[in-house]
C-alpha cells in the first residue's frame, strides 16, 4: 500500500471520529430534548439557539472539573478501564461499510462481536477498581446482563448472515435492494431491538446504573473526565447499534437522505422507549434472554437453515 493511501486513510479515519462525536453530542440533546417533552417541559432551550451548544457546554464543563479518585482504588485499572471502554465504541465504527477510502472488512460482523465482547470487560474492571460495593454490584449485574443479551444477539446475527452467506457488511445492502429483511425477520429484528437496548444498557434495562438500589451503579466513584468517557461510549454504543438495526434489517448502507432519516428514527426509539417505559426486575430480564430470546433465534435460525438448503 502507498504512503499516500495510508495518509488518506488516517484523515478518513480522523473525520469519521470527528463526526461520530459530533454525532453524540446531538443524540444527548435531542434526548434531552425528547425526555422534556414526553414529562411536559421544554428540556435545555437557553445556551445559543434552543438550546443547541448545550452538549459542547456540557462538555467543556465535564472535562475541566477536578478529578476526583476514592482512597482506596485501583489506580490503572480506575483511570484506564473509561479510555479503553471509549476506544473500543468508536473502533467498531471501522466495520460500517464505506464505499470510499476506508478499510474494507470481509468479515465486520465477527469484528463487531468481538469488540462487544470486550467492552463487557471495561464495566467489570471499572466497577472491581473503584473499591466500593455499590460499583462492584453494579459492574457484576451489567457483565451478567451484557453476556446474557450477547448470546441471543449472535444467534439473531447469524440467521441473517445465513439469508446472505457472507460476513460482509455491503452484502447487506445488495440483498434488500427490492424487499427489507425487516418484513422477512419480523420477530427477529423486534428481539434484535430489545436485545441493543439490554446491551446499551438502556431503559427498561439500565440495571448497570440501577439509581434506586445501586446509587448509579458502576460509575460511581467516576467524576468529571473519566464519567464523560463512559457516557460518550454508552452515546456512541446507542447511534452505533441505531445504524446496525438500519443496516440488517431496513435496506442495508444507502447514505442518501432516507438513510440518515431511519438512522435518526431508531435512535428516536431508544430515546423514547426510555421515556414510557419503567426499570424491568433484574430477574425477569435474565428469564426474558434465557427463556424466550434464546429458544426463539434458535428455532428462527433453523429455519432459515432450512430454507436455504431447499431454495
Do not use: H
Not at 21 to 36: M, P, S
Not at 96 to 115: A, K
Amino acid at each position: 500500500m502507498m504512503f499516500l493511501d495510508i495518509i488518506l486513510i488516517f484523515f478518513g479515519l480522523l473525520i469519521l471520529i470527528l463526526g461520530v462525536l459530533i454525532g453524540v453530542a446531538f443524540l444527548t440533546l435531542l434526548e434531552r430534548k425528547v425526555l422534556g417533552y414526553i414529562q411536559i417541559r421544554k428540556g435545555p432551550n437557553k445556551v445559543g439557539f434552543m438550546g443547541i451548544l448545550q452538549p459542547f457546554f456540557d462538555a467543556i464543563k465535564l472535562f475541566t472539573k477536578e478529578q476526583t479518585y476514592p482512597s482506596f482504588f485501583n489506580y490503572l485499572s480506575y483511570y484506564f478501564s473509561p479510555v479503553i471502554s471509549f476506544i473500543l465504541s468508536l473502533m467498531i465504527w471501522m466495520m460500517i461499510p464505506y464505499y470510499f477510502n476506508m478499510i474494507s472488512f470481509n468479515l465486520g460482523v465477527l469484528f463487531f462481536l468481538c469488540c462487544t465482547s470486550m467492552g463487557v470487560y471495561t464495566v467489570m474492571i471499572a466497577g472491581w477498581s473503584s473499591n466500593s460495593n455499590y460499583a462492584l454490584l453494579g459492574g457484576l449485574r451489567s457483565v451478567a446482563q451484557t453476556i446474557s443479551y450477547e448470546v441471543s444477539l449472535a444467534l439473531i446475527l447469524m440467521s441473517s448472515i445465513i439469508m446472505i452467506m457472507d460476513f460482509n457488511m455491503l452484502m447487506f445492502n445488495y440483498y434488500q435492494d427490492l424487499v427489507w429483511f425487516f418484513f422477512f425477520m419480523f420477530p427477529l429484528s423486534l428481539c434484535w431491538f430489545s436485545s441493543s437496548l439490554a446491551e446499551t444498557n438502556r431503559t427498561p434495562f439500565d440495571f448497570a446504573e440501577g439509581e434506586s438500589e445501586l446509587v448509579s451503579g458502576f460509575n460511581i466513584e467516576y467524576s468529571s473526565g473519566g464519567f464523560a468517557m463512559i457516557f460518550l461510549a454508552e452515546y456512541s454504543s446507542i447511534l452505533f447499534m441505531s445504524l446496525l438495526f438500519v443496516l440488517l434489517y431496513l435496506g442495508g448502507f444507502t447514505l442518501d437522505f432516507f438513510f440518515y432519516l431511519k438512522l435518526k428514527l431508531i435512535s428516536f426509539l431508544f430515546i423514547w422507549v426510555r421515556g414510557t417505559l419503567p426499570r424491568y426486575r433484574y430477574d425477569k430480564l435474565m428469564y426474558l434472554a434465557w427463556k424466550i430470546y434464546l429458544p426463539l433465534s434458535l428455532n428462527f435460525l433453523m429455519f432459515y437453515m432450512g430454507l436455504m438448503i431447499f431454495l
